[in-house]
C-alpha cells in the first residue's frame, strides 16, 4: 500500500451497512415465489440492472415488480419498504474515518444504486447526520443510476480514472463483490476485498492507511 495515493471506496458493505436477506424476505412476503433468484448479491432480475444504470424510472420499477407479484392490491409504498428494507445504516465512526482518508488520499465514492435507495440514503444522512449528502467525505462522488453505468463495468472504472486523471497503479479500490474487483484489476487498479466481519476501522488500522 505505499504508493496508494487514491482510494476508490464502494458504498455498500465498506461504508453502509447492508442485508440482501432483509428485501429478499420482504420481497417474499408480497408475493415473490423465488425471491433468491429474483434479488441477491451476485444474481437477479435484469430489471435491478437497468434500474441501476438508470434507464427505469422508480415508478417503472415498482410497475415491473408488482407485475411479478401478480397482485395488484400490493401498494408502490410497500415495494419501496421492501426494497428499502435492506439498508442498515452506517456504521459508528466511518464518516470521520472516511475524513481522515481524505486527508490523506484522494478519495472517490463508486456505487451502484438506483433511485429509491439513493432518497432513503440522502434522508437517511440528512435525519441522522445533519449531512445534505455524502460530497463532503469524498472528492468527488459517482453514483450508478445518474452516470449511466454499472460496476463491473470496465467504462465505469475509465470513467472515474480519466475525469481525475488517476494512475491505476497509485490507486486502491475497496468493494465487497469479486466480480467488481476484477475488473477493476484489469486496468491495473489495486483492489481489496471487504468480507464480513472486517470492517474498514479494522481494514485502515491493519494496513497503517490512516
Known amino acids: 500500500m505505499e504508493n496508494i495515493k487514491n482510494i476508490i471506496f464502494d458504498y455498500g458493505n465498506v461504508i453502509f451497512s447492508l442485508d440482501f436477506r432483509k428485501s429478499q424476505e420482504a420481497f417474499k412476503e408480497l408475493g415473490i415465489g423465488n425471491p433468491d433468484e429474483f434479488f441477491g448479491h451476485r444474481q437477479q432480475d435484469q430489471i435491478f440492472d437497468k434500474f441501476d444504470r438508470g434507464e427505469v424510472t422508480p415508478d417503472e420499477f415498482r410497475a415491473y415488480v408488482k407485475q411479478k407479484i401478480g397482485n395488484e392490491a400490493v401498494t408502490d409504498q410497500q415495494i419501496t419498504d421492501a426494497w428499502n428494507s435492506l439498508?442498515?445504516?452506517?456504521?459508528?465512526?466511518?464518516?470521520?474515518?472516511?475524513?481522515?482518508?481524505?486527508?490523506?488520499?484522494?478519495?472517490?465514492?463508486?456505487?451502484?444504486?438506483?433511485?429509491?435507495?439513493?432518497?432513503?440514503?440522502?434522508?437517511?444522512?440528512?435525519?441522522?447526520?445533519?449531512?445534505?449528502?455524502?460530497?463532503?467525505?469524498?472528492?468527488?462522488?459517482?453514483?450508478?443510476?445518474?452516470?449511466?453505468?454499472?460496476?463491473?463495468?470496465?467504462?465505469?472504472?475509465?470513467?472515474?480514472?480519466?475525469?481525475?486523471?488517476?494512475?491505476?497503479?497509485?490507486?486502491?479500490?475497496?468493494?465487497?463483490?469479486?466480480?467488481?474487483?476484477?475488473?477493476?484489476?484489469?486496468?491495473?487498479?489495486?483492489?481489496?476485498?471487504?468480507?464480513?466481519?472486517?470492517?474498514?476501522?479494522?481494514?485502515?488500522?491493519?494496513?497503517?492507511?490512516?
Open 87 to 210: 439498508l442498515l445504516g452506517v456504521a459508528p465512526g466511518n464518516h470521520d474515518l472516511l475524513l481522515k482518508f481524505k486527508d490523506k488520499y484522494r478519495t472517490f465514492l463508486l456505487s451502484n444504486t438506483n433511485g429509491i435507495h439513493y432518497t432513503y440514503i440522502m434522508n437517511y444522512l440528512k435525519t441522522d447526520f445533519g449531512f445534505d449528502d455524502n460530497e463532503h467525505l469524498f472528492e468527488k462522488t459517482y453514483y450508478s443510476h445518474l452516470v449511466g453505468k454499472r460496476k463491473p463495468q470496465i467504462e465505469f472504472f475509465e470513467q472515474v480514472l480519466a475525469e481525475n486523471n488517476l494512475k491505476p497503479e497509485e490507486t486502491l479500490f475497496i468493494d465487497d463483490s469479486p466480480q467488481h474487483l476484477e475488473a477493476a484489476k484489469t486496468l491495473g487498479i489495486h483492489t481489496f476485498l471487504m468480507t464480513a466481519p472486517d470492517t474498514l476501522a479494522a481494514f485502515a488500522e491493519r494496513e497503517h492507511l490512516v
